[in-house]
T-cell receptor, first 117, second 112 residues
Framework: EAGVAQSPRYKIIEKRQSVAFWCNPISGHATLYWYQQILGQGPKLLIQFQNNGVVDDSQLPKDRFSAERLKGVDSTLKIQPAKLEDSAVYLC???????????????FGPGTRLTVL | QKEVEQDPGPLSVPEGAIVSLNCTYSNSAFQYFMWYRQYSRKGPELLMYTYSSGNKEDGRFTAQVDKSSKYISLFIRDSQPSDSATYLCAMYSGGGADGLTFGKGTHLIIQP
């Protein structure tokens, strides 16, 4: 079974530039999550999708971050404009079903390491 | 006070030792408790998953949850150098949006 794929693996940008990350979840997984992991911290949820609908985006800084999951499969996360404090690893995870519906494991991709200069 | 507290370490132990990793939490609504292992430059991978209070054993790993004390533990027996990684506790309350709340992670080093 192929895992969660993310690209690019690394990205370096200047502050105020824009950047986009892509995630391809495990085939058949209905639930997709984006987490932000700052160095030395645990991952923090940014947004959760159930199929192509947003379940929770309460911690997404909506003035600069946006995410979409077209057709309920792949997802993109965009930052525009980037700030220095956005430097982090952006992790995508997927699960067969949401935990609320009996799912029990979120599978994580390798992450995209973003450096904002 | 953060919702989940975890000592970041590093914790260094000799090979073969029993390792104890712990987290405390403040939100009494948390019902599901997990331990993830994260190697450098990799995504977290699930090690143990428990619901409510009690113990769960899987091979060399044992997870304990004490909801009355809001305290969870992961024990690793017969530790191996390959166990060297960051261990993240995570939890979830259930009944809705289910993004996990993570601790900071404990960096574990097993010395050969």
């Amino acid at each position: 079974e192929a895992g969660v794929a993310q690209s690019p693996r690394y990205k370096i940008i200047e502050k105020r530039q824009s950047v986009a990350f892509w995630c391809n979840p495990i085939s058949g997984h209905a639930t997709l999550y984006w987490y932000q992991q700052i160095l030395g911290q645990g991952p923090k949820l940014l947004i959760q999708f159930q199929n192509n609908g947003v379940v929770d985006d309460s911690q997404l800084p909506k003035d600069r971050f946006s995410a979409e999951r077209l057709k309920g499969v792949d997802s993109t996360l965009k930052i525009q404009p980037a700030k220095l404090e956005d430097s982090a690893v952006y992790l995508c995870a997927s699960s067969l079903e949401a935990l609320s519906y009996g799912g029990n494991e979120q599978f994580f991709g390798p992450g995209t390491r973003l450096t904002v200069l | 006070q953060k919702e989940v507290e975890q000592d970041p370490g590093p914790l260094s132990v000799p090979e073969g030792a029993i390792v104890s990793l712990n987290c405390t939490y403040s939100n009494s609504a948390f019902q599901y408790f997990m331990w993830y292992r994260q190697y450098s430059r990799k995504g977290p991978e699930l090690l143990m998953y428990t619901y409510s209070s009690g113990n769960k054993e899987d091979g060399r790993f044992t997870a304990q949850v004490d909801k009355s004390s809001k305290y969870i533990s992961l024990f690793i027996r017969d530790s191996q150098p390959s166990d060297s990684a960051t261990y993240l506790c995570a939890m979830y309350s259930g009944g809705g949006a289910d993004g996990l709340t993570f601790g900071k992670g404990t960096h574990l080093i097993i010395q050969p």
